[in-house]
C-alpha cells in the first residue's frame, strides 16, 4: 500500500530564518505531488505541484519554493520566513497513469509557527 | 474554476444518515466532483468522486443530479468519529497536468449522541 510521510509534525521558527519541509511518498512511483497551506479557519490553498523529477509548478506568487530531488521526494524552502508563512502545510499525491481524474492523498501535515 | 456551495454546519444524529449538500452550478462537463473530509488537526482525507453517476464505497455514497449542478454526499450510519469539516470540490487540470483541487471553507458536520 501506499504511504506518505511529512515531517517535521510541528515547528516553531523566528521571523528571518530558512525553512526546510520534507515529504516522502512510498509504495508506488512517478506520482503527482503537492503542496497546500491551510490558514487558521480557511480552506486549503495548493502552492506548487510537480509531475516529474525537477518540473515544479507554482500557483500563487509567494516567499516559498519547491523542489523534487527524487521521484518520491518533494521539498518545501524559504530563505527568509515571514510572518504570513505561518499555517498547516499539507503534502499530497496522485496517480499520474490513466485518466486525470485520479483522487489526491494527504499527508498529515506541519503546523508551522513563527515568531 | 467551478465553485462549490455548501452549508456552513450540519448537525447529525449518531446511527442516523448525514446527508451533506453541496452545489456547483458552474461545473464542467469533464470536471468530477470529489469528496474530503478533514478531522481536526489531521490532513484531509479522501472519500469519494463521481463524474455523472452515483457512486457508492466502503465509507459513503455520492449522489449526482442529471444536470450535475448539486451533489449530496450520503455517510449511511453517522458515528461520533465522523465528526469533521467535509469539503466538495470540483477538480480543475492544473496546466502542467497536475490535478489542482481548490479547498473551500467545507461543512462542519456534528454526530452528536
Known amino acids: 500500500s501506499q504511504t506518505i510521510h511529512q515531517w517535521p509534525a510541528t515547528l516553531v521558527q523566528p521571523v528571518g530564518s530558512p525553512l526546510s519541509l520534507e515529504c516522502t511518498v512510498e509504495?508506488?512511483?512517478?506520482?503527482?505531488l503537492y503542496w497546500y497551506r491551510q490558514a487558521a479557519g480557511r480552506g486549503l490553498q495548493l502552492l506548487f505541484y510537480?509531475?516529474?523529477?525537477?518540473?515544479i509548478s507554482s500557483e500563487v506568487p509567494q516567499n516559498l519554493s519547491a523542489s523534487r530531488p527524487q521521484d518520491r521526494q518533494f521539498i518545501l524552502s524559504s530563505k527568509k520566513l515571514l510572518l504570513s508563512d505561518s499555517g498547516f502545510y499539507l503534502c499530497?499525491?496522485?496517480?499520474?497513469?490513466?485518466?486525470?481524474?485520479?483522487?489526491?492523498?494527504f499527508g498529515d501535515g506541519t503546523r508551522l509557527s513563527i515568531l | 474554476d467551478a465553485k462549490t456551495t455548501q452549508p456552513t454546519s450540519m448537525d447529525c444524529a449518531e446511527g442516523r444518515a448525514a446527508n451533506l449538500p453541496c452545489n456547483h452550478s458552474?461545473?464542467?462537463?469533464?470536471?468530477?466532483v470529489y469528496w474530503y473530509r478533514q478531522i481536526h488537526s489531521q490532513g484531509p482525507q479522501y472519500i469519494i468522486h463521481?463524474?455523472?453517476n452515483n457512486e457508492t464505497n466502503e465509507m459513503a455514497s455520492l449522489i449526482i443530479t442529471e444536470d450535475r449542478k448539486s451533489s449530496t454526499l450520503i455517510l449511511p450510519h453517522a458515528t461520533l468519529r465522523d465528526t469533521a469539516v467535509y469539503y466538495c470540490?470540483?477538480?480543475?487540470?492544473?496546466?502542467?497536468?497536475?490535478?489542482?483541487?481548490?479547498f473551500g471553507t467545507g461543512t462542519q458536520l456534528k454526530v452528536e449522541l
Open positions: 458552474t461545473i464542467s462537463g469533464n470536471e468530477y
Open positions: 509504495g508506488t512511483s512517478n506520482p503527482n
Open positions: 470540490i470540483v477538480r480543475v487540470l492544473g496546466t502542467g497536468g497536475g490535478n489542482k483541487l481548490t
Open positions: 510537480s509531475v516529474g523529477i525537477g518540473q
Open positions: 499530497a499525491w496522485s496517480y499520474k497513469t490513466g485518466s486525470s481524474n485520479q483522487p489526491q492523498h
Open positions: 463521481g463524474l455523472k
